[in-house]
């Protein structure tokens, strides 16, 4: 339309399409057209930039533009609407490159060119012309620009009433609030949104506070617009700040914008925000008890097609306005539906009705640009019902809440968009269990934290016994702690190299910390060597030694005289050991993507640090403690390590605790006199407690041969995973050891935005190579590295969507490595039977068959487990 006259041929209608008893038959559609304006300055550049871009376009086609001054750029994606009846109508949406505000401080000026390019439309052949925001209120509502371009023109504003009016009552709803017992705001009153919102509020039963700027107007003159039998259930305030206190509900619709601030709102708070520009400039803080809903806007169901099916056009979260003029221009209805101030209240119920045959309807609802999910809604309802606190809320809407404000506020977004947000009530083996009674299978294990799996009955009760007896806990530094001693004994007996020191702690990187600083205290040394990809927690001196820089660029400068070098490369350590204190290494590198050492590489690894003076230090916190098919992962190579790192399971997961094991004369170098004894120390270090849990979990381990048991078990489910993925190209391998095992997906998507970009440029008419070949150095090379980050997050999101089914269709928990993205971690209790073997292979199977898009092609045939 922007370079023809519509023709006829172009707006069709299905004649057996359904029809709305309230609304009558709809006529023939007709051609539309329409003005929109940018909201902020960068969608104004935004529209410059897409004005610039069709220039280009149109010379490399070879394309004559219409001479003359053009205040208007056409949006390309909205040029036609097919709506789930079958009835198409054509048209063109074309942009002001005006913000309001610009619009607004030049009214007189902004309003002829509105009408001037109102009848560009309308000689293009729009019979219904509809009018966005501030391209209205220049306009007087349209009424002026109506009478100028002699045509029938629309300001939405009846739909986009209508939709602020259902989300209003959507949330009143979910919160269970009686309209009689509630009271709203109404910023914006007497506007023309602002009114009709305030007559529906009122019809319902609200009482209102209106927000309005009153200057030398009598009350009584502002209400003139409302019933006077309506006048006692309404206040008039200046600003929000005046709001009755009690007011938690807010309708925002001015035409300045920017009169909220949702940090200065009550708990509880919602705001259904119509203005444009808003009138809540910025989305409130994470931690807020306030949600801001999009309002006025309407989105389409999965039959409404915008455009001509190509590319999609948008169908969510549109404008009410605009939807108005696409919904008349379908029904075939070319008036000017929604004109002025005063809109009527009948017209606004008829074109929700229309709105709703066509496909567009107010929810889902929105909060800048995002979907709102119905627990962000009800999370407010205790600030709307205080008399309901003595009622059980339950377990999981609250943990949820205190857990988004608290605690994470993005891990809760990304739990949230990947279905994760989910809250557990009960534990036992391998089951977790939700407060609905729904059971899930977890292959995550606490990271490594459960070999015992939840909740051992032989570990729960010795600490009930424990505290039966009244035995002390944190003696240790007044006293010789008993459980604690003999623990130490316990492990040192255990472990392999037979180390006769133990120091307690609290976690995997107390443990690394307190062998680093013993190594560089016995040594004399500080250069501190370690392996790319490793993972040995986030401390700063275990994050030093951590060979993820992902993990690390955030916190630098880290410790210095730290080296990293390849994992498996001995050439590499050779290179750098002399004059080391220590090699810090894990025996599979865990959150690397369980990447198994070559042959013989820990064995040459330890010789080198020996010849070396260097101190053999081995990070066995998520290998140890039976989970590679031994009691620790130093066995499988006869290693006897100077310095050892257990944590993790070292209590069942039950308790926190961690040790490093060292020989002792390491140890006595570095703290083996009175004055060093106590150099280094932990609080919480070495407490009877977290011991009890240790000889606990060391009595089950050995009494359950439960080693034995993760060899035998992982084997045989690693087998069966591969014949189930055997067909599957997207299964890039399939490794492990013990129940420590990994899926890598192939995540290779390279060359994926590049040969898209190709394939536009080459399929779209003009020589746009050509062009492409003039875009300056810097910007080819961002555009490529954006294109290449795009692709790596296509291969992340692929893994993401797996773990996402298998939590979702087959209530199975697993994870992604912290190192590669593209590694799906199983690491399952090591009490796994094969029957929950199975179902986890069984449900691996069914999600590979939903990718089978990836299948191989010479596999597919094959059958399936």
């Not at 257990?646 to 703290?671: E, F, N, Q």
Request: hydrophobic residues 40%; glycine residues 10%.
């Amino acid at each position: 339309m922007s370079r023809t006259a519509i023709s006829p041929a172009q707006t069709t209608a299905n004649t057996s399409a359904p029809t709305a008893s309230e609304a009558g038959s709809p006529a023939a559609p007709v051609p539309f057209g329409f003005l929109a304006h940018p909201v902020s300055s960068g969608h104004r550049n935004q529209v410059r930039a897409l004005d610039l871009f069709g220039r280009l376009l149109d010379e490399h086609r070879g394309i004559e533009r219409e001479t003359g001054v053009r205040h208007s750029v056409p949006m390309p994606l909205i040029t036609s609407v097919t709506s789930p009846t079958g009835v198409r109508c054509a048209g063109e949406v074309r942009y002001l490159p005006y913000t309001a505000e610009q619009m607004l401080r030049r009214p007189t000026t902004a309003r002829e060119m509105v009408a001037a390019e109102a009848a560009r439309l309308r000689d293009a052949g729009a019979r219904l012309i509809g009018l966005g925001g501030a391209t209205s209120i220049v306009g007087d509502r349209g009424v002026w620009t109506a009478h100028q371009v002699g045509t029938a023109v629309t300001s939405g504003n009846s739909l986009t009433v209508y939709a602020a009016h259902q989300e209003l009552l959507h949330v009143v709803r979910m919160l269970e609030l009686k309209p009689e017992a509630t009271r709203v705001a109404v910023v914006g009153y007497p506007g023309s949104i602002g009114l009709a919102v305030a007559k529906l509020l009122l019809a319902d039963g609200f009482e209102l506070d209106l927000v309005c700027r009153r200057g030398n107007r009598a009350p009584s003159a502002l209400l003139t617009h409302l019933a006077p039998e309506d006048h006692d259930r309404v206040r008039l305030v200046d600003e929000v700040a005046q709001c009755s206190p009690e007011t938690r509900l807010f309708v925002t619709a001015s035409s300045v914008g920017g009169l909220v601030d949702p940090d200065r709102l009550p708990p509880g708070s919602v705001v259904v925000d119509v203005a444009l520009p808003r009138d809540v400039a910025s989305a409130p803080r994470d931690t807020s008890d306030v949600l801001v809903i999009d309002g006025g806007l309407v989105s389409g169901s999965a039959d409404v097609v915008l455009g001509d099916g190509g590319l999609p056009g948008p169908t969510q979260q549109l404008n009410g306005c605009l939807a108005e003029t696409l919904i008349l221009a379908l029904e075939g209805r070319a008036e000017s539906f929604s004109l002025g101030r005063e809109l009527r209240l009948e017209r606004v119920r008829l074109i929700g009705e229309l709105a709703a045959r066509h496909g567009f309807t107010p929810v889902p609802l929105a909060s800048f640009g995002r979907p709102v999910a119905d627990e962000e809604v009800l999370r407010l309802a205790r600030h709307h019902r205080p008399s309901r606190t003595a009622t059980d809320p339950g377990v999981t809407e609250p943990t949820k809440r205190r857990f988004r404000e608290r605690i994470n506020p993005p891990m809760a977004r990304l739990f949230g968009a990947h279905g994760l947000d989910r809250v557990f009530i009960t534990g036992r083996g391998c089951t977790l269990t939700t407060e609905d009674g729904t059971d899930f299978l977890d292959f995550v294990a606490g990271y490594g934290c459960l070999n015992l799996g939840h909740n051992h009955p032989v570990v729960t009760e010795r600490l009930r016994s424990f505290l039966d007896r009244g035995s002390p806990t944190f003696v240790q530094y007044v006293s010789m702690p008993e459980q604690a001693a003999e623990l130490a004994e316990r492990l040192s007996a255990l472990a392999p190299g037979r180390p006769e020191r133990v120091f307690f702690s609290n976690s995997g990187t107390e443990a690394v910390e307190a062998a680093l600083k013993l190594t560089r205290a016995a040594t004399g040394r500080t250069r501190l060597v370690y392996a790319d990809n490793s993972y040995h927690g986030k401390t700063l001196g275990a994050l030093s030694v951590t060979g993820r820089e992902q993990h690390r660029r955030p916190f630098g400068p880290l410790l210095p005289d730290t080296v990293g070098v390849p994992y498996g490369d001995l050439d590499a350590l050779a290179e750098v050991i002399d004059a080391a204190a220590a090699f810090i290494v894990e025996p599979v590198q865990g959150e690397g993507g369980v990447v198994l050492p070559p042959p013989g590489y820990l064995r040459a690894a330890r010789e080198l640090c020996r010849r070396a003076g260097a101190a053999f230090v081995l990070d066995e916190i998520q290998t140890g403690l039976g989970r590679t098919g031994r009691l620790f992962a130093a066995e499988h190579d006869d290693l006897d390590p100077d310095v050892l790192c257990v944590a993790k399971s070292l209590s069942g997961g039950v308790v926190p605790i961690a040790a490093t094991l060292c020989r002792a004369d390491l140890w006595d170098a570095a703290y083996g006199s009175t004055n060093r004894a106590l150099l280094h120390s932990s609080t919480f270090g070495g407490g009877n407690f977290a011991a009890t849990a240790g000889l606990a979990t060391l009595d089950v381990l050995t009494s359950e041969q439960l080693p034995e048991h993760a060899r035998e078990v992982g084997e045989y489910l690693r087998g069966s995973l591969r014949k189930v993925c055997e067909p599957y190209g997207f299964i890039k391998d399939i490794r492990g050891i013990g129940l420590m095992t990994a899926i890598e997906f192939d995540g290779d998507f390279s060359g994926a935005v590049s040969s898209l970009t190709d394939e536009l440029l080459t399929r779209v008419p003009g020589d746009l190579h050509a062009l492409a070949d003039w875009l300056p150095d810097d910007l080819r090379a961002a555009l490529t590295r954006a294109g290449e980050a795009v692709e790596s997050t296509l291969g992340d999101l692929m893994c993401l969507r797996f773990v996402a089914s298998l939590a979702r269709d087959h209530r199975i928990l697993t994870f992604v490595t912290a190192n590669r993205t593209q590694v799906m971690r199983i690491q399952p209790p090591l009490v796994l039977s094969v029957a929950e073997a199975d179902r986890f292979v069984d449900g691996v199977a069914a999600v590979c068959a939903e990718l089978a898009l990836h299948a191989d092609l010479d596999a597919w045939r094959r059958p399936r487990r």
